[in-house]
C-alpha cells in the first residue's frame, strides 16, 4: 500500500498549444488521479512490476503525448482507432503510431449530449464528447482518426467527428462468406493506401514483417500475462489485468511487451512462492461482454471490492485483442496482407452474425480461467452485445455455470443497485 499521493502530471503549455481546453482538463486530471489512489493504490500486495504502468498513468496526459508530437515531428503519422478490427501492423509499419482513443469516461458525455441523442451507447458519447470538448490530448493530437462500420451509433457519429477531425472509415462485413473476407482484404489495402500517403513513403515487405513480428510479441506477452492470471491463486488482481490492458492501447508497443515480460517473471516468482493477490480462496470471476475503455474501471473494482478477483476479460480490452497472433510464414506483401486480414477476422465482435464462435470462445475461456461465475457486461444501448446476451446466457444455463447479466453506462447512478446484485451473485456461487 503506498502512502505518497499520486498525481496525473500536469503539461498545461504543451495542452494549450494542441488548443485544449486547460482549466477544465486540469480539474478532469485532479480527479482521474484522485480516482486511480482510491482504485489501484489502495490494494494489498500489488507486484513491484506495477510501477511502470503507475508511472504510465501520470504520464498519460504528458509524457506519452510528447512522445506523439515528437513523431509527428519527424514526418512520422500519428492515427487514432475505437475497434480492434484497425490494423495497427499497417501504421507501425509505415513508422507511425497507432492510438486506441479515450471513450471511457463520464465526463465528456455531456459535451456529446449537446449534440448526439442521449440513447446512443456511453462509449460513442464519451469519445465524441471528448473531441467536442477539447478535453482530449490524443484527439488533438492524431492526424487523422479511422472509424469503422461497427455498429450504427458509431458508423453515423464518424460523419460528425469528420467535421472537427479527419475521418476515415473502414467497411467491416458483418458476415463471414467468401465474399465478405475479399471485400475485408480489399479495406485493408485501402487502409494502408491511405497510410502510405499520409506517411509520404510505401511500406516495404521489411517494414511489414517488422511490424508483424512487433505486434504478434505484444499479444504473446498478454497471452502469458493472461494465462498467469488464470493461476489459482491468481498471482494479480483483475484490476491490474485491466490496467495492463487498457494501456496496451496507447503504449508504445516493444516497451510495452518488454514491461509486461517483466511483471510476468515476477508473477511467475510470485507463483513459485505461494505469493496471492488478493486472498488465496477469493471468489473467481470471468468478465465477458463489450470493452471497458480507460477510466472504466467500474465493474473491477465492485467485484474485486467483494473480495472476489477477476481472473480474464473476454473483450476487446481483453482476449479478443490478443488471443489470434499473425501468421509469420509469409514475406511477400500479398501473402501477409491475406494472414493479416485472416487473422483479424477471427476476432468475435457481436456485430457478426451468426457469432457462434464468440459462444463457444466465451465458455472455454471460463474453463481456461478456472472461474467459478461469469458476469457478462454489457454498455447501454448497445443492441449487439445487449442481444447477444441471450445466448450467452443460455449456454452458461446449459453448462450450469453461474452468470450474471449487467447492462450499465459510465455514470455512479446506478453503483448501489449494480453493488448489491454482485454480492449476491458472489453468494450464489459460494453457495
Ligand atoms: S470489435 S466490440 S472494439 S466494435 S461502440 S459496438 S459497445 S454500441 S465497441 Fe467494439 Fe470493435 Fe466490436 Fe470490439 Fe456496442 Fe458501443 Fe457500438 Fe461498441
Known amino acids: ?108 458525455v455531456p459535451d456529446a449530449e449537446k449534440i448526439l441523442p442521449r440513447n446512443i451507447c456511453p462509449m460513442v458519447k464519451s469519445a465524441f464528447g471528448f473531441k467536442v470538448g477539447r478535453i482530449c490530448p490524443y484527439f488533438q493530437a492524431v492526424d487523422f482518426v479511422y472509424g469503422e462500420t461497427t455498429c450504427d451509433a458509431k458508423k453515423k457519429t464518424w460523419e460528425l467527428l469528420d467535421t472537427m477531425v479527419p475521418t476515415y472509415v473502414m467497411e467491416i462485413p458483418q458476415l463471414k462468406r467468401q465474399r465478405d473476407l475479399d471485400l475485408w482484404l480489399a479495406e485493408v489495402k485501402d487502409f494502408k493506401a491511405k497510410v502510405e500517403e499520409v506517411a509520404g513513403r510505401a511500406i516495404s515487405e521489411e517494414d511489414m514483417i517488422f511490424a508483424i513480428t512487433v505486434m504478434n510479441n505484444k499479444r504473446r506477452a498478454l497471452q502469458r500475462l493472461n494465462s498467469l492470471r488464470h493461476h489459482n491463486p491468481t498471482p494479480i488482481s483483475g484490476k491490474d489485468g485491466l490496467l495492463i490492458e487498457q494501456i496496451a492501447f496507447y503504449d508504445e508497443p516493444v516497451r510495452f511487451a518488454e514491461k509486461v515480460n517483466a511483471l510476468c517473471d515476477e508473477l511467475e516468482e510470485r507463483i513459485k512462492n505461494g505469493v496471492a493477490v488478493p486472498t488465496k480462496n477469493a471468489t473467481r470471476v470471468m468478465v465477458a461482454g ?93 443492441h449487439t452485445y445487449n442481444i447477444e446476451e441471450i445466448r450467452i446466457r443460455q449456454a452458461c444455463e446449459r453448462e450450469k455455470i453461474p452468470y450474471l447479466f449487467i447492462e450499465s453506462d459510465y455514470s455512479a447512478e446506478d453503483i448501489g443497485q449494480v453493488q448489491t446484485r454482485i454480492e449476491a451473485f458472489l453468494e450464489q456461487i459460494r453457495g
Not at 519527424?74 to 492515427?79: A, D, F, T
Open 290 to 382: 463489450t470493452p471497458m475503455a480507460l477510466p472504466n474501471w467500474k465493474i473491477h473494482h465492485l467485484v474485486e471490492g467483494a473480495g472476489a478477483v477477476i481472473v480474464n476479460e473476454e473483450s476487446c480490452i481483453g482476449t479478443r485483442y490478443f488471443k489470434d497472433l499473425i501468421d509469420e510464414s509469409f514475406t511477400n506483401m500479398e501473402g501477409m496482407l491475406v494472414s493479416l486480414t485472416d487473422r483479424y477476422k477471427e476476432i468475435d465482435c457481436s456485430c457478426f452474425t451468426p457469432n457462434n464462435e464468440r459462444i463457444t470462445q466465451v465458455i472455454k475461456e471460463f474453463r481456461d480461467s478456472k472461474a467459478q461465475g461469469i458476469i457478462n457486461y454489457s454498455l447501454q444501448f448497445c
Open 1 to 108: 500500500m503506498t502512502t505518497t499521493p499520486f498525481e496525473i502530471k500536469a503539461y498545461p503549455e504543451m495542452w494549450a498549444e494542441l488548443d485544449m481546453d486547460v482549466p477544465r482538463f486540469d480539474k478532469a486530471r485532479l480527479m482521474l488521479g484522485e480516482m486511480y489512489q482510491k482504485t489501484f493504490l489502495s490494494q494489498a500486495k500489488r507486484p513491484s512490476s506495477m510501477a511502470y504502468f503507475d508511472n504510465m498513468i501520470a504520464e498519460i496526459h504528458g509524457g506519452r503525448i510528447k512522445e506523439l508530437l515528437a513523431a509527428k515531428a519527424e514526418g512520422r503519422p500519428v492515427i487514432g482507432t475505437f475497434c480492434v478490427y484497425i490494423p495497427e501492423e499497417i501504421v507501425l509499419a509505415a513508422g507511425g503510431i497507432c492510438v486506441g482513443l479515450c471513450g471511457g469516461s463520464q465526463g465528456s
